[in-house]
């Protein structure tokens, strides 16, 4: 007689570990360690960021430290991590404080605290493929460029 289930727990533990890279890649991120942004993500990344492609994992960590210039104190906090098959999606929050240049505009010393989402692809133990998209308009509109609308 076959067993009921019988690769759904090799299943399930792979999708924990997708979620678990997901999360250690996020600490890494959060402690601005290139060296861990290597270890977690393929060196033939596709990082999909809003309407920018970066390929490869260089010039990806290229605009990681340019993010971490900006926001020294950066920190992203993961919520709602969901597994299926090779891919993980996930809700973020970041604050942090605007200390330098980002994107063209100069600091502002404002803080800033906007949430996003992620879809990532596993391959091999890694991130292979990264799509970004998080509330822009909000940050831009705490950092100071934007006004609100008038109703």
Do not use: C
């Amino acid at each position: 007689m076959p067993v009921l289930g019988h690769g759904s727990t090799a299943m399930s533990t792979a999708l924990q570990a997708n979620k678990e890279l997901v999360r250690r890649a996020n600490d890494g991120l959060n402690a601005q360690d290139p060296e861990a942004f290597r270890e977690h993500h393929a060196a033939e990344l596709v990082l999909h960021d809003g309407g920018d492609v970066i390929h490869g994992v260089e010039a990806a960590l290229q605009r990681e430290r340019a993010i971490w210039a900006a926001f020294p104190d950066l920190h992203h906090t993961l919520t709602d991590l969901v597994a299926e098959g090779d891919t993980v999606a996930y809700r973020f929050t970041a604050t942090g404080t605007h200390e330098g240049p980002f994107q063209g505009i100069e600091a502002t010393g404002r803080p800033v605290d906007i949430t996003g989402q992620g879809l990532v692809r596993v391959e091999d133990g890694v991130l292979a493929a990264v799509w970004l998209n998080y509330d822009r308009l909000g940050m831009l509109r705490q950092l100071g460029t934007v006004d609100r609308p008038v109703e």
